[in-house]
């Protein structure tokens, strides 16, 4: 593999995760003693025990944020606090410790500057941020574990929308599920992942981009696209399902929910029945659909293929409310326009 690094001559190479920085940031906790040894260190692989509560029953919580070099040279992150407290959140539920919102953030900066030249300058690119947490204790046995090590690494990320802002074919998932209401669907956790494989390679081999989740317990309600969140134009308003407990709470998802008011849209949080979907997108009430997570930002749907019927949204073309939350977002995160809501932090320059 040929290794990529600053300065790129050509970012589009990049891809997604594919490549990571010469550092990374780790700190370790001990049951007793607390979070130690916190500091950067040279990228290099993980020591575990071949026993560590990770590997055998999955005690791992993970993030994802981004970097953004500004095109005046500030080294930017959004909502960091965000994430920080998402992944505490995460990290209690499955019995790991939190992590000091200051630990974190300190640790993401640290790491992030001492690697800023690899941030990459395009349009569209950007350094993509791992924060992970292991339960790493050495021992079988079904209890938690009590020794975690947390550690951030980053990896520079191509544009997103290479081939432009296209809008993507989606397989409404019928049979398998995502998350349960009472399970784990609401935090970041790897298990999550594992269990939507298969559903998602066996759209990508019918030649869909990616899944619709519905609910677990009905199969009625639409909850997320792929390891984004959703959202409907209908009618006026822009329509989200709310967090009933199997949703992940998206940072990007608060963000639109934020931003769409002030650009005039009115927003929705509830249940959204996919029968009403697809009943609107054959009416034309249903306008456009998209997703949103940190790594694609916003993705426009394009159609929605349910029981062997595909429903076309807006003959398959970028809506113009999809293409108007996209850009104000990303003129936020690039530092190019003003930012209101004081989401965006310049942690140094390059
Ligand atoms: C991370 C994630 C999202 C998006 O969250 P952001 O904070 O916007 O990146 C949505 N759904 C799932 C399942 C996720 O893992």
Not at 14 to 43: I, P
Request: hydrophobic residues 40%; charged residues 25%.
């Amino acid at each position: 593999m040929l290794l990529l690094r600053p300065p790129y001559t050509d970012t589009s190479k990049l891809g997604f995760g594919q490549y990571f920085t010469d550092h990374m940031f780790v700190a370790r906790y001990e049951t007793g003693k607390g979070w130690y040894e916190a500091k950067v260190v040279d990228f290099s692989n993980l020591e575990l025990s071949p026993a560590a509560s990770v590997l055998h029953y999955s005690q791992e919580v993970f993030e994802g944020m981004k970097a953004y070099r500004s095109a005046d040279g500030r080294v930017l992150l959004f909502r960091p606090e965000q994430n920080a407290r998402r992944m505490s959140r995460s990290a209690q539920r499955i019995c790991m410790p939190g992590i000091p919102e200051d630990l974190f953030l300190q640790g993401v900066k640290d790491v992030v500057l001492k690697d800023k030249e690899w941030i990459p300058g395009d349009e569209g690119t950007s350094l993509y941020i791992r924060p992970t947490m292991v339960g790493d204790d050495g021992f079988l046995g079904i209890k938690p574990s009590k020794k975690f090590t947390f550690f951030v690494v980053l990896s520079p990320v191509g544009p997103y929308y290479k081939e432009g802002f296209n809008p993507i074919p989606i397989y409404v998932e019928e049979q398998l599920v995502r998350a349960v209401v009472g399970g784990v669907g609401d935090i970041k956790t790897g298990g999550n992942y594992a269990a939507s494989l298969l559903a998602d390679t066996k759209a990508k081999e019918k030649g869909f981009t990616q899944v619709l989740w519905l609910d677990a317990k009905e199969h009625k309600y639409a909850e997320e696209v792929g390891s984004m969140n959703i959202f409907f134009v209908i009618g006026k308003k822009v329509v989200t399902p709310a967090l009933n407990g199997s949703i992940l709470p998206g940072i990007t998802r608060d963000s639109v929910l934020i931003l769409a008011p002030d650009l005039g849209y009115e927003v929705e949080e509830r249940a959204v029945p996919i029968q009403e979907i697809l009943e609107g997108i054959r009416k034309g009430t249903v306008t456009e659909c998209f997703g949103s997570g940190t790594a694609a930002v916003i993705s426009p749907v394009g159609s929605l293929h349910y029981k062997g019927v595909d429903y076309l949204i807006n003959d398959g073309k970028v809506g113009e409310v999809t293409q108007n939350i996209y850009r104000h977002l990303v003129d936020i995160q690039y530092g190019r326009s003003k930012d209101p809501y004081g989401w965006v932090q310049e942690i140094g320059r390059i």
